[in-house]
Structures are given as C-alpha cells and as structure tokens.
C-alpha cells in the first residue's frame, strides 16, 4: 500500500529547515538551508519544493506540508511584517507552497507547531489543554485548549513572551518595555547575567546561556543568581497563565531548558508559591519531550497529521 | 405547539434569583430568596424548584435548568469550596436540581454565565472570541475561544481577577498579594479611594463605588484619580490577556462600569498603550449589553440555551 509522507518545514531568520516525516514522527530526509540566501521567498518556496519532490521515495506520497514561520498566520497561511526576516510585508507563504506542491499546506507561527507537536509526537500525547513556552532569542508560547491551538480572533493569540510582567522595567524589541521575554528568554537570561557583571558604564558584553550555566555549575554566584531569578519570574507567569486557560501541563522547550534543575528548580518553586490555590499541586511544568534537533520540522508536520489523524483516525492503526 | 422554557438560576452569598426564561431573552417569571435562609443546599433546591414548577404557563415546558454559582465546576455540576457561601465542602448542585426538576441542568461559574449570556442574549452575538469582566466584590472572568467557554482541564480556567499584575502588592482574600481584583474590582476601587484620602493610621472607613462615582462627578479630585488609576491597571491587565486569546472585544460588567467614561476612557487609554503593536486598534473594550438585573438570570439560562440552538437550530427560526 502506498503510503503517507508530510513534510514539515521551519522557515527561521537565519536558518530554513526542513524534512519528510512519517506518521511515527520519524525523519526520512533531512534538508537545509540559508533564509538569508533567498532575496525572494518565491525563490526559497521553489528551491525547497524541488528538494523535496526530489526525495520522496518509492511507495510514498506527499500527504501535506506544515510550515513554521515566525509571525505565522493560521488562518491566512500568510508571514505577516516578521521583523526576523529580509522579505517584507504580508507573504502568501502556504499558497506559494501549495501552488509549488499541489497538496494541502498548513502554516503557522513556530511555538504554535512546537505546541502542536508536543501534543502529536511528544509528552502531551492524550493531553488537551497545556501550554508549551520556547525560550530562544525570544519567548513563544503555544496555547492549547479543548485539543486544539488558540488563534484567536486574528490568528495572532499566544503571544505570552510579550505580556508585560514588570510594568517599566526592561526595554523590549517590541517597542514596549517589562515584558516577559526580555527577562526569560535565552536573551534576557544574558541580560540577567550582563546586568549582575558588568558595571553600567561598560560595554555590554554578552555570553551565550550555555556558558552561563557552564559557569553556574562551577560555582559562579552571579549565575547560580542568574537561573534562579529568571526562573522566580517565568514561575510568576506560568502560575498567572494558569489563571487564563488552566492547562494541565506546562512545556518548556529550547536552549535553557537544558539547564535542567538549575532553572526548573526555582520555576516550579515560584510557579507553586504564585499559584492560586484551587490549582496547586495540579499542573506540571515539564521539559519538552521532543527531541531539540527535530522539533522544529516534526512541529510542522504535526499541523498536517493531526488533521490526517483527526479526518482518517482508522488508517493510524494500520500503518 | 408546546414552547420551550429555561430556568436561570443565580446562587450567590447573599441572595438568590431565578426566572424562567424564552428563547428570546425575554423573563417570563422572576423569583429571589436568601441564600443565608437555607442551612443546607438540599433546602434550597427543594424551594426553588416547587416556585418553579408552580409558576411554568400553560403551553411551555422546561427544557433545562442553568445555574450561575461561586466556584461552580461546569464538568462536575458542583460548587466547590465556595468561601463566600455557609455550605461546606463540595456540593453536587446540578444532580440536586436535575432530580428535583426531572431535566437537563448545567452549572458554571457566575462570570461565565455572563459570558455565554453576552454571546447569547447580550453584545457578544455572532463572536467566536471575546472576554467578559465582572466586576463586583471580586473580579470574575469569563474567556470565550472557537465559540466555547474555556474551561481548562479542571474546570476551573478563567480566573484573570487572581492573575498577580503587580508583584508584592496588595494583600488579597486569596491569601496571595497583588491579584488584579484588589485593584480593579468594586473592592479594590474602594481600597484606593480609601488609601487617598485616610490616613494610614485611621480605621478604615469605605464608601461605596457608587459614592465614588457621585464624588468624582462633583469634582473630587481623589475621586476622579481613583477611576484614573483602576482603569490604568485594568488597561494593564487586559492587554496582557490579549495576549494569550486575542479576542475580538472584551466586555466589562458589573457596578463600576456604570461610571461610563470615567471608567472606560482610562481603560481603553492605558489598554491601547499597553498593546502590542499586532493587535492594536483591532480589538474592543465594551460595556456589557446585558440588562444588569436580568443579566445574573439570562446568563444562567444561556447556558441552555447555547445548548438547544447548537442541537436544533431550526427551532430557533421557528420559535
């Protein structure tokens, strides 16, 4: 019997990457390259659609695509003025895909499909209501209810990295100033550390959260101080988001998630301490159970293999 | 040809009310009692549901039962360790009536009663996404996603009056600091008006928002900061709750929107600045369209009728 194949594609501001998936969550085929190569989207669209028809093996058809892209939008399909990316203005981003494919294309932002891969391929299997939080150069969350991803009224809900935590406290990319990302994201866990070592005057000199947790777990004060901090705050909005949507588990995904008990310590300290007491003891906060090399493309394929599983539930027996 | 009735039912601290209910909103019958009459909830059911049955017209039936509690568990029908009611423990209210009244019987919390009565009755016709506030002693809250109330995984979701906006603030009922409703709520208007204008070392006396109000027309300059004030935090706090549903419009309800501009212009002032740049200007902050002493009964009812025109949506043309 011929089979289901999806591709999952991320489109990130420096990196595009993508694969061929099967519906165990297993990559076939790997494929790379620069976004920033690509002066024009049509340009990447056509150069990774040829890739792919490319490796589609014998017995195999493309079943669909999910795109991950930042300032996703679900309902459109549309890359909305994403300050990451060279390409400007509203790009019709599925449409290109699927006139370029000729099958079903799904888009949407990256913490939606790492939400939605969580849910298909990783420690929310069973799960309908949890949220999940990448922390990368900034923080995106993925809201799930009632098994399916909040969209909101415009495509645009979950945007918890720019819920303003500290009313006039540390300036955001946004514009604003206080918000969540800039204190918790692998980014404001720098500006933490920075804020601890350098004296104002200085240039600012920034080291990477991987080196800040290299020298939390030698013994530097000023990072041990660094992890419980962010997490004394990430804890505060994970306990005020629980207010919102009550999930069942909360999903840590991304670079200093890898801190391990160095972060998750003190957050799940302070996410128990700030939590209203009809909901303590309840709620888990977890890493991500998706492995951190194929999350991105297996997030993307998700889009499509909920829906498949959701409109063919018998044929997931089968294969 | 033998028309539908709902009843609503509103159980709060103090009093009770209830009414039967048409299709149309409109309330056919209305009853109240004391709550603090009635040692056991069994009593009360007893009486309730004998006033009800007394007064249904010939040529109806009851279709269901709504209910509107404190701490209700729309999963469960039951009120759970509700501090502002005698009875203890947790009470499985919903089966109570639906043995009393031989039908089908639903029971959430007040606010999100309020909420299904907006979307149903009220200024929320036709949204699929969109937050009402109550706000009264407590702030309560009422979050609509996909046409759905969120209930989270236990049914507790919706708690925005108990999302922490400004950290080691004022001390609330919940045994927590700093929750939006000791500032935003008729309570917490009172508190800042009471902060104003006593000493700290005087015993507190408070007057009503009402008064405030009456204050704040006449000049009071106290008067008119305190609206200033609560409606900056509350612009605060809806905006950050954009951010995790982006609904089309949030409708505010209760007492303190009587205010009218001194409440809402402070609100949509500090809620516009408080918004991240993708949603801005999209998005409605609304008095509630609901009838303030129908809105306890119409919302309880709507969770029926929400119910019939989903099931037989024909009907509604007929009726």
Redesign the interface.
């Known amino acids: 019997m011929i089979q289901q194949l999806v591709a999952g594609i991320d489109i990130g501001g420096t990196n595009t990457v993508f694969g061929l998936t099967d519906r165990q969550g297993k990559i076939l085929v790997y494929g790379s390259l620069k976004t920033t190569d690509y002066p024009s989207p049509l340009d990447l669209v056509k150069h990774v659609s040829e890739k792919i028809k490319q490796v589609i093996p014998e017995g195999y058809y493309l079943a669909g695509v999910g795109v991950g892209a930042p ?1 996703g939008n679900y309902y459109k399909g549309t890359i ?1 003025f994403a300050p990451n990316l060279k390409w400007f203005g509203v790009i019709p981003m599925a449409d290109y895909f699927s006139h370029s494919l000729g099958c079903r294309v799904v888009l949407t932002n990256d913490a939606n499909a790492a939400a939605i891969g969580e849910m298909v391929f990783g420690g929310a299997k069973g ?3 949890f949220i999940v939080i990448t922390l990368g150069t900034g923080l995106g969350s993925g ?1 799930v ?2 098994g ?1 991803v ?11 990295g ?3 935590v ?2 006039g406290g540390r300036n955001c990319g ?3 100033s206080g918000c969540v990302e800039t204190y918790c994201s692998a980014t404001g866990i720098k500006r933490t550390y920075h804020e601890k070592t350098q004296s104002a005057s200085a240039t600012p000199v920034y080291i990477s959260s991987q080196e800040i947790f290299n020298r939390a777990t030698a013994g530097d004060e000023h990072a041990k101080e660094t992890f419980e901090e962010t997490g004394n705050i990430l804890g ?1 909005v994970l ?3 629980v ?6 588990a909360i999903f840590l995904f991304g670079g200093p998630v890898k801190a391990g008990d160095l972060l998750l310590n003190p957050t799940r300290k302070s996410f128990e301490e ?1 939590l ?4 303590k003891g ?1 709620i888990k906060v977890l890493p991500s159970q998706l492995d951190e090399n194929d999350a991105a493309i297996l997030g993307a394929a998700s889009l499509i293999w909920k829906e498949l599983s959701v409109k063919n539930p018998e044929v997931k027996m089968e294969s």
Do not use: Q
């Open positions: 300032n909305e799960m309908k209501n809201i209810v009632n399916e909040v969209y909101g009224h415009d495509g645009f809900a979950g945007e918890i720019h819920v303003i500290i009313p946004c514009g604003r505060l306990a005020n988001s207010a919102y949507t009550s999930p069942e700030n209203l007491n009809i909901y309840k």
